[in-house]
């Protein structure tokens, strides 16, 4: 009868250990998910972040060459004299 208890015991002790193993397994992948889950928002934040940058910079560079166009038109029209009825009368 004891070598039965014994044996028993032992079977409780390993179902035991078996049962904590997978409890703490579960945590343990629950843990990882969480982390998993909060680096592709910061990563997806960052995309999303340096998309918007670029947006913005080629749109500063659109209007830099805007505005460089204007200028040299300027420069153009300042170098000739124009009449009332918008002919150029004289050129530098």
Do not use: P
């Not at 009868?1 to 579960?26: E, I, N, P, Y």
């Not at 505005?67 to 004289?90: D, E, N, P, Y």
């Amino acid at each position: 009868m004891q070598r039965t208890a014994l044996a028993h015991k032992r079977f409780v002790v390993a179902a035991g250990a078996v049962v904590v193993s997978f409890t703490l397994a579960l945590l343990l992948l629950g843990i990882y998910h969480r982390l998993l889950n909060r680096e592709l928002r910061v990563r997806e934040a960052a995309e999303r972040s340096a998309r918007e940058a670029y947006v913005r910079e080629v749109a500063l560079r659109q209007d830099e060459q805007r505005f460089r166009l204007f200028i040299q038109a300027v420069k153009i029209t300042r170098s000739s004299r124009w009449t009332v009825r918008g002919q150029v009368s004289s050129w530098k």
